[in-house]
C-alpha cells in the first residue's frame, strides 16, 4: 500500500513530467534535422555549452530553494575569472593558486551581498543588483576593458581537453561531477534538508533551531564561488579572461533552475529537475541553431520556454500551500 | 426619517466554528451601543460583516428601513458604515491629509488633485480634533495614538450614518481619551449610531446607553447600562457551562521541583515578568489579545531579545539569546499560529517531525531515510496522528492533526524535552480534537514534563492549568491556582486599566 502510494507519488513528480518533455523535444528536432540532432558531435556540443551554466544552475537552484535570488552571478564570475587570469599571467602564480583566487573573490562578493540581505534587509533582487554592477565595473577596471590572454598548460587541459577519441571534454566531466555531488548534498544530507525548511517557512526553521542567517551567508559564498568556477571554465576554455566573460550567462541559471521545476516560492525542487531543465535549456537552443533559426527569433523562443514553465509552475504551486 | 442599525439574525460559520450564531439587535439614533465580550466572542467578526469583510450565511442588516446588502468594503461605505479598526488602515508613506481624503478627493479640473483645499479641509478636522500636527505630516511618521486620531478623522469626515469604533483607546492617552469622548458625545447630538468595541469597563459606563454581550458568538444578553453593574457584565460574558470535558481528564498529581524560573524578563512589549515553573505542572497564561503573553515565552524561548531579566534551568541561570540555545536548555515551543510558525506547509509529515533532530538521524554524513521513518512513525503513533501515510504533505492534513505533528516533533525517543511552551494549542480547531489535545496536554505533565500553556479561552486557560498567571499590558498582574481561579476574578484581573 505504501509502495503504490509511493509510485503514484513518482508519476506526480514534476522531475517526471519533465523527462516526458525533454524526450518530446529531443524527438521533434530530431525529426526535423534528420537525425543531425543525434550526431556525436553534435552531443558533445550540447554537453559542452552547458559546462558554464551548469555551476550557475546549482549555485541559483539552492538560493531559489532558500527563497532568494543571485542576480550577481555573471558578473562575479567575470571579475573571478580576471583575478585567475592576473594570478597566473600577471604575478605568475601556479594555476591551481589562480582558481583559488577566483574562488576567493567569489566568497567575498557573496559575504557582501548575505551581509546586506540579512544585516541590513535590502531585497536579495536589489542587492545583488548593486553586486551586480559593482563587479561589472571592476572587471572593466581590472581587465583594462579588454581581454587578458592566459598561456598555461593545466588551464587550457582542463578547457579543452578530451578523453575517447576526442568525444568527451574533460569540462563536462567536472560540471557533471559537480552536478552529482551538489544533488546528494541538496537531497541527502542535513544541510540540504535545512535549505528546503528555511525556504518553506523560514519562522518554523528558526523556531526549531535552524539558523536561516547563517544559512544565507552559505548559500550567497557558495553561489559566488561556483559562479567564480564558471568564470575559470570559460577562461580556460577559450585561453583569456574577457571584461564580458559570463555575463550573459547569468539568467541561463536561473532559467534552468526554474524550468527544472525549482520553485520561486522556494522550499521545492530539486538538483534532479535542475538537470533535466538545463539539458532542456541546451537541447533546445542546440535544436534552433541547428535547424537555422534566426537567432534574434531564438532569444524570442528561449523566452516563451521560460515563460511556460513560469505558467506551469504557477498553476503547480496554486493551491498547494502559500506562495510567499 | 429616524436613523437606526438593525442586524437580524446574523450567522456565520469557519470550518469548525460557528463564529456568529442569530445575532439580533437594534442601535437607535443618537446612542453609543457597547458590543462587550471575550475574545472570539464574535464581536470583530460581526463588526467585519457589517464593513463587508466577511459574507454572513444568514441574516440580514437593515439600516434606517433599508435592507443593505454589504458586498465589500466600498458598499459599505455607501450604505453609510464606517468602521475604525484597531489595526489601522492607513498608508504611511503618505500625508494625513492624502490619508483623510484617500476615497475621494476633492477634485479640480481634469482630475487634478485640489491640494489647497484638501489642506485646508484637513486642517479643519485637526483643529477640531486638537491635534498638534500638520495636514502634509507623513502618517508613518506619527505616533500610534495620532495614527489612530487620522484613522478616526477619516471616519468622521465621511460623515457616515453608523460609526464603529474597535478598541480605539488601546493606543490612545488620557488626554486623546477625553478629546476622542467629547467626539463621540458630538457625534451623538448629531444622531449618528454609534458601535463601540471595548475591554475597558471603565468606559463603558461612561460612553454608552446600550450594551450587547457577545460570548461564544452568541447574543447573551441586551442591557441598558444605567441599570446593570460591572459585575453581573462580567457575570453575563462568562457564564457558561463547563461541561464534562475537563472532569474526565486523567491529570497529573504529583508536581516536583522547580524546573524553569524567570525573573524580571523586560523588553520593548512585557515589563519585569517573573514566574516558576514546576516539574509536572500546567502553568497557564491568561489575558487578553495584546497581553504580552507570547512576547514572554518567546523571550524564555531565545526567539524574542530581552533587555533585562534572567533565566534559570534547574536552579542553573542560562543565557538563552536563540531558539537553538534553548533546546539544547531542553526548552519546546510550539508557536501560536501553526501555519505561519509552526509548520512547513509544502513539506512531508515526515521533514516536520524531523526539524529539530536533522543531527540525530544521519548515518555518516547522510539523513537515513530509515531512521526519519522510525521517527516519524513514532510520532503518528504516539499522538494517534490520522495519515495514510508519513509523507503526506502537512498543509492538508486537519488543524487537530497538525497540531499533533507539532508536539510529535517535541517529545520523542530522539529529543525529550523538558519544558514545553504551547502557545494556542487548540486554536481553530474542532472541538473533538481539542478534547484529544487537553489529554495530551494532561499525559506531558504525567510524564514529569513542565508544560506552559497559553490560551484566550479562559475555561480552557483555567480548568487545564495548575496555576494561572494572569497578564495584562506586559504585566503579570495576579497568580491563583486552579481552585482559586474564577473566570470572573481572571477576567477582572486580566481587564483591569
Not at chain 1, 188 to 213: D, E, H, S, W
Not at chain 2, 369 to 374: D, F, Q, T
Amino acid at each position: 500500500m505504501d509502495k503504490s502510494h509511493a509510485l503514484r507519488r513518482t508519476f506526480k513528480r514534476k522531475e517526471f513530467s519533465l523527462i516526458i518533455v525533454l524526450i518530446l523535444v529531443v524527438i521533434f528536432f530530431g525529426i526535423l534535422t534528420h537525425g543531425k540532432f543525434f550526431k556525436p558531435l553534435n552531443i558533445r556540443n550540447i554537453l559542452n555549452a552547458m559546462v558554464i551554466v551548469t555551476f550557475l544552475t546549482i549555485g541559483e537552484g539552492m538560493l531559489i530553494i532558500y527563497g532568494n535570488i543571485d542576480l550577481s552571478a555573471g558578473t562575479v564570475g567575470t571579475l573571478s575569472a580576471i583575478v585567475m587570469a592576473h594570478s597566473v599571467m600577471t604575478f605568475g602564480l601556479p594555476w591551481w593558486v589562480g582558481i583559488l583566487m577566483a574562488v576567493c573573490m567569489g566568497l567575498i562578493t557573496g559575504c557582501i551581498s548575505a551581509t546586506l540581505i540579512t544585516r541590513l534587509h535590502f531585497q536579495p533582487f536589489i542587492a545583488t543588483l548593486a553586486m551586480k554592477s559593482v563587479c561589472e565595473g571592476l572587471a572593466d577596471v581590472f581587465g583594462n576593458a579588454s581581454a587578458i590572454k592566459i598561456e598555461n598548460k593545466a588551464l587550457s587541459w582542463i578547457g579543452n581537453f578530451k578523453f575517447a577519441n576526442n568525444v568527451i571534454p574533460v569540462a563536462v566531466i567536472i560540471a557533471l561531477l559537480f552536478m552529482l555531488i551538489y544533488g546528494i548534498i541538496l537531497a541527502k544530507t542535513k544541510f540540504g534538508r535545512m535549505i528546503y525548511l528555511c525556504g518553506g517557512n523560514r519562522q518554523a526553521a528558526f523556531l526549531t533551531g535552524i539558523n536561516p542567517v547563517k544559512m544565507c551567508y552559505v548559500l550567497f559564498m557558495n553561489m559566488g564561488a561556483l559562479a567564480a568556477l564558471a568564470g575559470c571554465m570559460l577562461a580556460a576554455r577559450v585561453s583569456s579572461a574577457t571584461v564580458t566573460g559570463v555575463n550573459s550567462n547569468q539568467f541561463s541559471g536561473v532559467t534552468a533552475a526554474i524550468l527544472g521545476g525549482i520553485s520561486f516560492g522556494g522550499g521545492s525542487g530539486g538538483m534532479i529537475g535542475a538537470f533535466i531543465g538545463l539539458l532542456l535549456l541546451n537541447v533546445f537552443n542546440n535544436g534552433m541553431t541547428l535547424i537555422g533559426l534566426d537567432p534574434y527569433w531564438q532569444t524570442v523562443a528561449s523566452g516563451v520556454l521560460l515563460l511556460v514553465a513560469l505558467i506551469i509552475d504557477y498553476y503547480n504551486t496554486r493551491g498547494t500551500g502559500k506562495r510567499s | 426619517m429616524e436613523r437606526y442599525l438593525e442586524v437580524n439574525n446574523i450567522s456565520k460559520s469557519f470550518p469548525g466554528v460557528k463564529a456568529l450564531q442569530n445575532i439580533s439587535f437594534r442601535a437607535e439614533s443618537g446612542t453609543v451601543t457597547a458590543l462587550l465580550g471575550e475574545n472570539g466572542a464574535g464581536k470583530s467578526t460581526l463588526l467585519k460583516v457589517l464593513s463587508g469583510v466577511l459574507k454572513p450565511d444568514e441574516g440580514t442588516v437593515v439600516i434606517s428601513g433599508k435592507e443593505v446588502k454589504v458586498q465589500d468594503t466600498h458598499s459599505a461605505f455607501e450604505a453609510g458604515i464606517s468602521i475604525i479598526y484597531q489595526e489601522r488602515q492607513l498608508i504611511p508613506m503618505m500625508s494625513v491629509a492624502e490619508n483623510i481624503f484617500l476615497d475621494d478627493s476633492p477634485e479640480k479640473k481634469f482630475g487634478f488633485v485640489d491640494r489647497r483645499t484638501l489642506r485646508a479641509e484637513t486642517q479643519k478636522l485637526l483643529d477640531k480634533f486638537q491635534l498638534p500636527f500638520g495636514p502634509d505630516e507623513l502618517v508613518g511618521r506619527l505616533p500610534v495614538a495620532y495614527q489612530q486620531m487620522v484613522e478616526i478623522m477619516k471616519a468622521y469626515r465621511r460623515d457616515a450614518d453608523i460609526i464603529a469604533f474597535d478598541e480605539p483607546t488601546a493606543p490612545l492617552t488620557e488626554k486623546e481619551i477625553r478629546i476622542l469622548f467629547s467626539i463621540i458625545e458630538e457625534l451623538k447630538q448629531q444622531g449618528k449610531v454609534i458601535l463601540y468595541v471595548s475591554h475597558r469597563m471603565n468606559e463603558i459606563f461612561e460612553i454608552t446607553d446600550r450594551i450587547v454581550i457577545f460570548k461564544d458568538g452568541q447574543m447573551v444578553d441586551v442591557v441598558n447600562t444605567a441599570e446593570t453593574t460591572e459585575a453581573a457584565l462580567i457575570r453575563a460574558m462568562v457564564g457558561r457551562d463547563i461541561g464534562d470535558t475537563y472532569n474526565k481528564l486523567d491529570r497529573n498529581t504529583v508536581i516536583g521541583e522547580v524546573i524553569l524560573e524567570a525573573k524580571g524578563l523586560t523588553n520593548d512589549v512585557i515589563s519585569d515578568v517573573s514566574f516558576q515553573l514546576h516539574r509536572g505542572e500546567v502553568l497557564g497564561f491568561a489575558g487578553l489579545v495584546g497581553a504580552g503573553r507570547t512576547e514572554t515565552v518567546r523571550a524564555v524561548f531565545g526567539a524574542d531579545r530581552i533587555t533585562s531579566g534572567e533565566i534559570l534551568i534547574h536552579g542553573e541561570p542560562v543565557k538563552i539569546t536563540s531558539p537553538k540555545e534553548a533546546i539544547a536548555s531542553r526548552i519546546a515551543l510550539c508557536p501560536e499560529d501553526r501555519k505561519e510558525q509552526g509548520l512547513i506547509l509544502k513539506q512531508t509529515i515526515r521533514s516536520n517531525i524531523s526539524m529539530p533532530v536533522l543531527s540525530k538521524i544521519k548515518n555518516g554524513l547522510l539523513l537515513s531515510r530509515k531512521k526519519e521513518k522510525a521517527l516519524a512513525d513514532e510520532a503518528v503513533e504516539k499522538y494517534d496522528i490520522r495519515t495514510p501515510s508519513i509523507d503526506k504533505i502537512a498543509g492538508e492534513l486537519s488543524g487537530g492533526n497538525q497540531q499533533k505533528v507539532i508536539l510529535g516533533r517535541w517529545t520523542s525517543s530522539l529529543i525529550d524535552m523538558d519544558i514545553l511552551i504551547l502557545d494556542e494549542p487548540t486554536k481553530g480547531i474542532d472541538v473533538g480534537a481539542k478534547s484529544e489535545i487537553y489529554q495530551t496536554i494532561c499525559n506531558l505533565a504525567k510524564e514529569g514534563k513542565g508544560v506552559i500553556l497559553i490560551s484566550s479561552e479562559l475555561t480552557e486557560v483555567i480548568n487545564l492549568s495548575d496555576r494561572i498567571i494572569v497578564m495584562h499590558n506586559g504585566h503579570v498582574t495576579g497568580t491563583m491556582t486552579r481552585e482559586e481561579a474564577t473566570e470572573e476574578n481572571v477576567l477582572a484581573l486580566a481587564m483591569q486599566d
